[in-house]
């Protein structure tokens, strides 16, 4: 054998050397990325069964809770502003329930006021409002649980400083006044809000934190008087006044 044909078996074998190490190196690569995968999917099997299972235990305890309410229940809104403790009315009992159902299910933790006019209301409940892209602000306002509650018009429960009321559609599309089933707003100036009065179901008071609701009313808006700061609910949860005794 020459040197040249040498040369030439010996560049043969390097090549192929690197293009098996190539190989070897994709083949490994793959696996690895196949087993991380796998890996992955396990975890968030793992993670969504602890988050049935809590969702469960959460949903047992609401149940338990709210067969103790009393006639007229106390919740704390938490918001990163500050805390509004309302009062539930008694004559209102389909708005109560749904309120309290909801709130002891953590339906509202998280969400946002997405409706704020100073010298008004405040308005928070939405759903859709923990989608804060650009295309899900276009949805705020629009979403609730799947249903309507029945408008429960009480003439004594007025719209004055602090109520708490159920949002709802229009006339056209509600001519029933049915009421959203999660969204409510709460009343920061009587005067311009005394002509919703018979209009919208008021089915609670604030009794303590008119200031925050001033405080949240007072934030800057841009269009479709969304703040510009986040006013998050924390949690609306059930006063420690209404707890059950152990």
Same mark, same amino acid.
């Given at each position: 054998m020459n040197m040249d044909m040498k040369r030439h078996l010996l560049r043969a074998f390097a090549c192929f050397a690197a293009a098996a190490m190539v190989l070897g190196c994709q083949s490994a690569a793959k696996k690895a990325a196949k087993e991380a995968a !796998? !890996? !992955?999917?396990? %975890?968030q099997a793992r993670q969504d069964s602890i988050a049935a299972a809590l969702q469960a235990q959460k949903e047992k305890t609401a149940d338990e809770l709210f067969a103790k309410l009393p006639e007229e229940p106390?919740? @704390?809104i938490e918001t990163n502003l500050g805390t509004i403790k309302v009062k539930l009315y008694s004559k209102t009992p389909k708005h109560r329930d749904n309120f309290a159902k909801l709130a002891l299910k953590g339906y509202y933790d998280g969400l946002l006021f997405h409706r704020v006019i100073n010298n008004f209301m405040i308005q928070g $409940?939405?759903?859709n409002t923990r989608n804060t892209t650009s295309e899900g602000k276009q949805t705020w306002g629009q979403g609730g649980p799947g249903y309507t509650i029945p408008a429960e018009f009480v003439p %004594?429960? +007025?719209? +004055?400083k602090g109520a708490l009321a159920a949002a709802r559609r229009g006339d056209v599309a509600n001519p029933k006044k049915e009421s959203s089933g999660s969204q409510f707003y709460l009343v920061q100036s009587p005067e311009s809000c005394a002509q919703? @009065?018979? %209009?919208y179901t008021v089915f609670g008071e604030t009794i303590q $934190?008119? @200031? *925050? *609701? @001033?405080? *949240? !009313?007072s934030v800057a808006t841009e269009v479709n008087d969304r703040p510009k700061m986040e006013v998050k609910i924390k949690s609306i949860s059930l006063d420690k006044s209404c707890l059950p005794e152990e």
């Open positions: !796998a !890996a !992955a999917a396990a %975890e106390v919740f @704390d $409940g939405d759903p %004594e429960y +007025k719209h +004055k919703l @009065d018979g %209009e $934190g008119i @200031d *925050i *609701i @001033d405080r *949240i !009313a």
